[in-house]
């Protein structure tokens, strides 16, 4: 008998241990700790944390809002490239997803089945060494993606680059082929240790122009040279431009530091972007012809290198350089003075979420939260609500029957649905 108890006690020991570990992880992903914490994870494998996340992610569960309370079920992509930044979802065919990781994969979910198949996407996957954004859109009948991510260059540089490319479904929607991407526009070369998370990156096509944000690109961030390049006519960076389909670019506004949101809403109308400050003072902005916004001049937050003691209560010109004295800047429509890490935002439309027609939905990386926010007449702010989602949104949709489809950074699909 004796013999049985030393295997008996090392099966129980390893099954305890089992336990806490499982156990271990849901605190340290509900806490946003490491191996959850994004800059922390990245000395991980990606197969590590796909496991980590996958292993601790729920099929289903509610969380409340004023308005609606929301069934979340979580949908795991079968890909590591899904954990991380970068990429982008979009409605294409019917009850179709298609969903872009930041290497360039493409995959398709179906929302009836749960289920994801792989798309062929060496093409893609050679050109950007970060997809930032992808945008689907028809022209004269014409089914189009545009990509626009960061592209190694010689010597380390790096561009941000518009590509696009037809594509064809086939099989009732359920097979998807893509024609060789062809470049349509590019900035400059980024020499000064370019940060493709730094790169902003954010596409939508209306009305046959193309509109895309940059940030400053660059490492740092803080006192330097390369962020006054946001200031500067001759630079691409920090800048919401226009492309059309010649490659012809002007700049629309200037003074960004790193637009991770751009989404147009009141019937077309209106153009905002959402954009990463420093610690603290992430904005919501409309953004305006000629209109500069003031990075690295004026913000609500604080450098990282500096003390930070709280967000500043109103504007204060953070840096006397030459570039900054004497200008004036458009103030944010909207700061969040809690650091955010604000994403990406959509309009919502649809029956599904009923009370919430005409609202803005923004995500938020380091919130992991959905925000809704309520218009005045002159799109002033009215009213927001936080919906803490525990997940890091880098994206959002809105699915054919109003449902809200978000994409997180811990790599799965969340498919949002009202529960009244």
Known sequence: MKKFKRPLIIIVLIAALGFVAFYGLLHLREKRLWPFNSGLSKILPPSFKQFAYNKTSPDHKVVGSFLHNIDIAYHSIPDPGAVGGGGAINNIGSRKLLVTLN??????????????ITIESGEVKKIYSSVRDV???EKNGNKYLAFWGTTNQVSGCKRISIYTAKYALSDAGANLTLETPTKLWETEDACASPVDNNAGGRIVYQEGKFYVSTGFFMGGGDIGSTPYLALRGD???????????????????????NPQ???????GTVLF???????GGDELNIVRKSANYGFPCEAYGTFYGYEFNAPQKETKLLDKNPSCVGRKFVAPNFYWSEKTGISQGIEYKGDEFHAYNGNLLIGSLSGTSLYRIQLGEAHNVMFIERINLQERVRDLNVSE??????LTDGGSILVLSSTK
């Open 273 to 279: 972007s959402t954009e990463h400050a420093m610690r």
């Open 261 to 267: 949101g751009l989404f147009f809403a009141k019937s």
């Open 135 to 137: 945008f689907a859109f």
């Open 401 to 406: 029957d109003g449902k809200i489809l978000v």
């Open 235 to 257: 630079s691409s960076f920090g800048k919401v431009i226009q492309v059309d389909w010649s490659g012809r670019s002007q700049i629309i506004s200037s003074g960004h530091r």
């Open 103 to 116: 290497n360039g994969q493409s995959l398709f979910f179906d929302q009836e089945t749960g289920k994801f």
